[in-house]
């Protein structure tokens, strides 16, 4: 286990509504990043926080939209949800103070199917 | 754009069998890759290959890099039930905040 924490595990929503989802870093982490990956697919990047700031985005609609809080712990935010937005939502926390310097640690990550 | 690009997609072996995979990439100002194991949810950290020739090991596992070709195999030998898995290969682009994914090798190990 890497110590990164993914709430909730999985959820179902419909088309047009909002989700959030949450991640703990690991201890002594500063950095995290989101990445969704789709059924058969690799991880595809969203975005990446630090210092409370997105320091990167992927390419990604602004209806994805996160926050990082002060204990370093971070929240992804997606509007008006779409069918292809069912997808595993992996949160990554490193201590690279932003850059990135190699090896990720990953959560468990969040299902969410949208229906 | 970069790209990470790997080989076979899926893959069936006996136990006992040898695998080799194989990611090739095209990336502006290449860092590092990494490979990654997938079991059920969270990717595992297997090895992290930044210079050429270089052969990392971790007890059957094994992998090494080809900068100039712009390759690199994971090795698994004597493959176990548990070897089963996605296996994810990433490249680190230099100055990026991200890693790029291929799609993985799905590897299923049968007794």
């Known amino acids: 286990e890497t110590g990164v924490t993914q709430s909730p595990t999985h959820l179902i929503k419909t088309r047009g509504q909002q989700v959030t989802l949450r991640c703990s870093s690991q201890s002594g982490h500063n950095t995290v990043s989101w990445y969704q990956q789709a059924l058969g697919q690799g991880p595809q990047f969203i975005f990446q926080y630090y210092r409370e700031e997105e320091n990167g985005r992927g390419n990604f609609p602004p209806r994805f939209s996160g926050l990082q809080f002060p204990n370093y712990s971070s929240e992804l935010n997606v509007n008006a949800l779409e069918l292809d937005d069912s997808a595993l939502y992996l949160c990554?926390?490193?201590?690279?103070?932003?850059?990135?310097?190699?090896?990720?640690?990953f959560g468990e990550g969040s299902r969410l199917t949208v229906l | 754009e970069d790209k990470v690009v790997q080989s076979p997609l899926s893959l069936v072996v006996h136990e006992g069998d040898t695998v080799t995979l194989n990611c090739s990439y095209e990336?502006?100002?290449?860092?590092?890759l990494l490979w990654y194991k997938q079991e059920k949810k969270a990717p595992t950290f297997l090895f992290m290959l930044t210079s050429s020739g270089i052969e990392k090991k971790s007890g059957r596992l094994s992998s090494i890099l080809d900068k100039k070709e712009l390759f690199s195999i994971l090795n698994i030998t004597a493959t176990q039930t548990g070897d089963s898995a996605v296996y994810l290969c990433a490249v680190e682009p230099g100055g990026s905040e991200k890693l790029v994914f291929g799609k993985g090798t799905k590897l299923t190990v049968n007794p």
């Open positions: 990554a926390s490193t201590q690279s103070g932003g850059a990135l310097t190699g090896e990720l640690f």
């Open positions: 990336v502006t100002n290449f860092r590092s």
